[in-house]
T-cell receptor, first 113, second 115 residues
Framework: DAKTTQPNSMESNEEEPVHLPCNHS???????IHWYRQLPSQGPEYVIH???SNVNNRMASLAIAEDRKSSTLILHRATLRDAAVYYC??????????????FGKGTLLTVNP | KAGVTQTPRYLIKTRGQQVTLSCSPI?????VSWYQQTPGQGLQFLFE???????NKGNFPGRFSGRQFSNSRSEMNVSTLELGDSALYLC??????????????FGPGTRLTVL
């Protein structure tokens, strides 16, 4: 499985934007980039995913580098409820194995009031 | 729509015993995956079931097994428990089709402690 590299931790202030980076230099052409987050004492939850173009949804934005070797999850205005571990995951685009999520260590985001 | 439910939420067992964990997916979802989460190893994929068949398997010993029923509910069994099996076991369900847009919905997990 292609690997991702994320900073162990990041800190932000409430109401400010947060940019969470992810490096995936060995990404293949058919891999999608997914982000999940895990709030304290909960199971992971889906945040966003993309292939080549930048993506926006109600939770966040995903900016993908032109060479696809890195991406950035953007939380436009961090709230205390966004404090969680954020996981950047590569998923194969086809075949049954795309249901296997390979989690790295993730980035622990702390949001200060 | 009700979310993914897992029972029991907490379990204490002793070494050598066996345990069965249950997962009820979101209504209509046909794919159920299981993950183990520990402080040392993080989140690791165990296996995935789709339409009662195991479709993917992670790198865990044969003591870990699972099954899926016709109503998509799934059980996971661990035999001959070891101390290292203490973990949070998470179940995730998904629509199960081939589209990459099938996000996984996770349950709250079952916290297993092996003494």
């Amino acid at each position: 499985d292609a690997k991702t590299t994320q900073p162990n931790s990041m800190e932000s202030n409430e109401e400010e934007p947060v940019h969470l980076p992810c490096n995936h230099s060995t990404i293949s052409g058919t891999d999608y980039i997914h982000w999940y987050r895990q709030l304290p004492s909960q199971g992971p939850e889906y945040v966003i995913h993309g292939l080549t173009s930048n993506v926006n949804n109600r939770m966040a934005s995903l900016a993908i580098a032109e060479d696809r070797k890195s991406s950035t999850l953007i939380l436009h205005r961090a709230t205390l409820r966004d404090a969680a571990v954020y996981y950047c995951i590569l998923r194969e685009s086809s075949g049954g194995s795309n249901y296997k999520l390979t989690f790295g260590k993730g980035t622990l985001l702390t949001v200060n009031p | 729509k009700a979310g993914v439910t897992q029972t029991p939420r907490y379990l204490i067992k002793t070494r050598g015993q066996q345990v069965t964990l249950s997962c009820s997916p979101i209504s209509g979802h046909r794919s159920v995956s299981w993950y183990q989460q520990t402080p040392g190893q993080g989140l690791q994929f165990l296996f995935e079931y789709f339409s009662e068949t195991q479709r993917n398997k992670g790198n865990f010993p044969g003591r870990f097994s699972g099954r899926q029923f016709s109503n998509s509910r799934s059980e996971m069994n661990v035999s001959t428990l070891e101390l290292g099996d203490s973990a949070l076991y998470l179940c995730a369900s998904s629509g199960g089709g081939s589209a990459i847009d099938n996000e996984q919905f996770f349950g709250p997990g079952t916290r297993l402690t092996v003494l």
